[in-house]
């Protein structure tokens, strides 16, 4: 069974652009969540889909948006970008817990570096 | 509100002697508790977790935690560390109904010496 899958696995931009990355769950996985990694922050959690419909949202600008598609894959995009923004940005990928909670799968990441 | 508190930034230890990271938390509901690890370059893979079974878990790699509610502890054990084991590991805390929320401690860097 092939893993939790993030393209592009790096990523250069300048500030002020935009940038969206991709995510495609493990088959049968029907939950995607995104978070972002960095050495001041540490690991927090952006937002999570479900059936195409965002069920949890962190503490992020809404610069930082989301979505999922049908078949589960999940884009993130992340518009005016900024220096602060250069991260490790994982998906991570799950069943649906239905009231009880089931182990997320984490993607290898993109790392965005802002110039 | 949900947190972790990791109470080691960096563990050393030599190869073949225990290892103990040590992880508080801070839960409103009846939390789960999680360690994964992330070795360089990689993603993060799940040790082990509790959620609300035996209070000692065992994972993988011959890991384990035992959950102490009267300390608010999930502490990360093993007997013996081997060379493999230098990577980050991150403590993390949600709660049953929480959705796939998790909440990251700040993580504790593993060095394996010889």
């Known amino acids: 069974k092939a893993g939790v899958t993030q393209t592009p696995r790096y990523l250069i931009k300048t500030r002020g652009q935009q940038v969206t990355l991709s995510c495609s769950p493990i088959s049968g996985h029907r939950s995607v969540s995104w978070y972002q990694q960095t050495p001041g922050q540490g690991l927090q959690f952006l937002f999570e889909?479900?059936?195409?419909?965002?069920?949890n949202k962190g503490n992020f600008p809404g610069r930082f948006s989301g979505r999922q598609f049908s078949n589960s894959r999940s884009e993130m995009n992340v518009s005016t970008l900024e220096l602060g923004d250069s991260a490790l940005y994982l998906c991570a990928s799950s069943l649906d817990p239905q009231g009880l909670l089931y182990e997320q799968y984490f993607g290898p990441g993109t790392r965005l570096t802002v110039t | 509100a949900q947190s972790v508190t990791q109470l080691d930034s960096h563990v050393s230890v030599s190869e073949g002697t225990p290892v103990l990271l040590r992880c508080n938390y801070s839960?409103?509901?009846?939390?789960?508790l999680f360690w994964y690890v992330q070795h360089p370059n990689k993603g993060l893979q799940l040790l082990l977790k509790?959620?609300?079974?035996?209070?000692l878990v065992k994972g993988i790699n011959g890991f384990e935690a035992e959950f102490k509610k009267s300390e608010t502890s999930f502490h990360l054990t093993k007997p013996s560390a081997h060379m493999s084991d230098a990577a980050e590991y991150f403590c993390v805390v949600t709660f049953t109904g929480g959705g796939n929320k998790l909440t990251f401690g700040t993580g504790t860097q593993l060095k394996v010496e010889l």
């Open positions: 889909y479900f059936s195409e419909t965002q069920r």
């Open positions: 509790y959620t609300s079974a035996a209070t």
């Open positions: 839960s409103s509901y009846s939390p789960s």
